[in-house]
């Protein structure tokens, strides 16, 4: 008797768990892929708003040059950094029709940044301030030419067995990181400086 009551217990258990609606854990999305989605959201975003450029000077290297007394040196980089600029802005001007860009320089960072448009001086196509250019889009994204930051997210690989201090072997779990590849390009940022 007490084993047809087991029985019917363990059927009768069954029967429930099988009963009870089973509803799907959703897939976790990794950091990764959020990012992704993210900066792609973002980049549909811009066709409405705008790409704030900005602008290096080089004013510090600038002026430690002249505290030196390294005048012409001083003027090279200045004319050097000057013409790079204005390449940058003839290059957008001419080939570049995604979405209205703004030219500034970095000395304005920190108000772009706090999105205090009525402090930055843009800049027009000869890189001369231009007070009548005014920034009156609610979304932009800013832009830059430098050295692409490195992806530091770590991703699972593999577990190996490796001896401990006890000479037993322990199971280990090994990541690979984003490459350090460190190389230049135009990176597109949020509107806090934030690589995409």
């Keep these: ?91 957008f001007k001419t080939t570049f029709n995604f979405c209205p860009t703004y030219f500034f320089f970095s000395d304005y960072s920190k108000e772009v940044r706090e999105k205090r448009f009525d402090q930055v001086v843009f800049l027009n196509n000869n890189l001369l301030a231009d007070s009548t250019i005014k920034f009156d889009n609610k979304y ?3 832009a830059e030419f430098g050295t692409i930051e490195q992806d530091t997210a ?15 072997l322990k199971r280990v779990s090994n990541y690979y990181g984003g490459p350090d590849l460190g190389f230049g390009a135009l990176i597109i940022k949020s509107d806090k400086f934030i690589q995409l």
Excluded: C, W
């Design 1 to 91: 008797m007490t084993k047809i009551f087991i029985g019917l217990i363990f059927l009768f258990t069954t029967a429930i768990g099988f009963a009870q609606e089973t509803i799907p854990r959703k897939k976790r999305v990794s950091h990764r892929k959020q990012n992704h989605i993210l900066a792609e959201e973002q980049i549909n975003q811009l066709k409405e708003g705008a790409l704030l450029i900005r602008l290096k000077t080089k004013s510090n290297s600038i002026l430690a040059l002249r505290k030196m007394g390294k005048d012409k040196l001083a003027d090279k980089v200045a004319q050097k950094q000057a013409d790079y600029n204005l390449n940058i802005v003839i290059a």
């Design 140 to 142: 932009f994204l800013t």
């Design 154 to 168: 770590k991703y699972f690989s593999h577990y190996s067995y490796e001896p401990d201090s006890s000479l037993s």
